[in-house]
């Protein structure tokens, strides 16, 4: 067995979460092993890497994230990402990260007010990052986008110094789908190990269930390259 | 039982989509004049005796940490609000 095929990544499921199980499968066909990893247990079973999926944990009750982010198992997240773990947010779980404060910035509600679900292209911003390296710099991109409170705020200070670290990791092209500041779409941390965004690659990782990509119906798999990251990342490490 | 009340609204700089819902309905029902709406959170935290420095303290360090995000609300007010009815 390769180096790759003996990856385990751990896939968080919080009451409400929706996506771990399409997230376990995008694990699995890039292939890595999928762990299933339970909130209420402080334990993140020895994986090499983490993703916190989508969906509306809690409800969204408070803010989207917010009573997630004080789960047991987010303890360990935190302390493991700043240890260099790679840790992957999608959607709620980019959320998550915000509230405890591993990325930051915050979501509010869409500015147009209502849910939006669509294929989205996005611009590779930095493709330095553990989840970004399987990208050119600057390629396009088009993954399923889909959310409430998907409006990316932050300070001007926080902004400047986001642009000129380089840490926004991916923007909105074409159209910006939810009023999110300078069209941010996801965002990493200062070492990389750790990237959040609103929309979902787990969703366009096989073609015949991907985002139409103007040949095949279903056939875009851009989502894929998320995961061939991080193993990548986990190889040379 | 005393009761503490904390409460927590968007930023003036973040945009509340919320607000600006209900400010848009609000002239088509015939509320006139209100020229903007902005709309938070209202916390009433109970607890059994009576509200004491101690226990406001405490409500103060969650209202930080947990009722709200520094990034996006303000926590603009923590008071003893025991004696008002509910």
Redesign the interface.
Same mark, same amino acid.
């Given at each position: 067995m390769s180096a790759i095929s003996q990856a385990r990544i751990g896939v968080i499921t919080f009451p409400g979460t929706l996506d771990d199980r399409d997230a376990a499968r995008a694990v699995r066909l890039a292939g890595a092993e999928a762990v299933s990893l339970w909130h209420g247990e402080a334990d993140l079973k020895n994986v090499d890497a983490v993703v916190l999926p989508g969906g509306f944990s809690y409800g969204d009750y408070l803010r989207a994230g917010a009573i997630s982010r004080f789960a047991p198992v987010m303890e360990k997240v935190v302390d493991a990402a700043n240890g260099g773990l790679p840790v992957l947010g999608i959607c709620n779980g980019f959320q998550v990260l915000t509230e405890a404060h591993l990325l930051p910035g915050s979501m509010i509600k869409n500015d147009h007010r209502s849910f939006i679900c669509r294929e989205q292209t996005l611009v590779v911003e930095n493709n330095r990052t553990a989840w970004t390296n399987a990208y050119a710099q600057g390629q396009e991109i088009v993954i399923p986008l889909k959310n409430q409170d998907g409006q990316y705020v932050c300070d001007d200070k926080t902004l400047d110094m986001l642009e000129a670290e380089g840490r926004v990791a991916f923007r909105y092209q074409g159209w910006n789908p939810n009023g999110s500041r300078r069209n941010i779409a996801g965002v990493t941390n200062e070492r990389g190990n750790v990237v959040g965004l609103m929309p979902h690659p787990e969703h366009a990782v096989e073609a015949g269930f991907g985002v139409d990509n103007g040949t095949d119906v279903r056939g875009g798999v851009d989502g894929l390259g998320f995961f061939a990251s991080v193993l990548a990342t986990l190889v040379n490490a | 039982m005393g009761r503490v009340v904390v409460d927590v609204m !968007?930023k003036p700089? @973040?945009?509340d !989509?919320?607000g600006?819902?209900v400010a848009g309905a609000l002239p088509r029902l015939g509320f006139d004049g209100f020229v903007s709406v902005r709309q938070g959170k209202r916390f009433e935290l109970e607890v059994e005796g009576e509200v004491t420095p101690e226990v406001l303290e405490k409500a103060r360090k969650a209202a930080e940490v947990?009722?709200s995000?520094p @990034? @996006?609300e303000d926590v603009v007010s923590v008071k003893d609000a025991s004696g008002e009815v509910a």
């Open positions: - | !968007p700089e @973040i945009l !989509p919320q600006k819902a947990m009722l995000n @990034i @996006i």
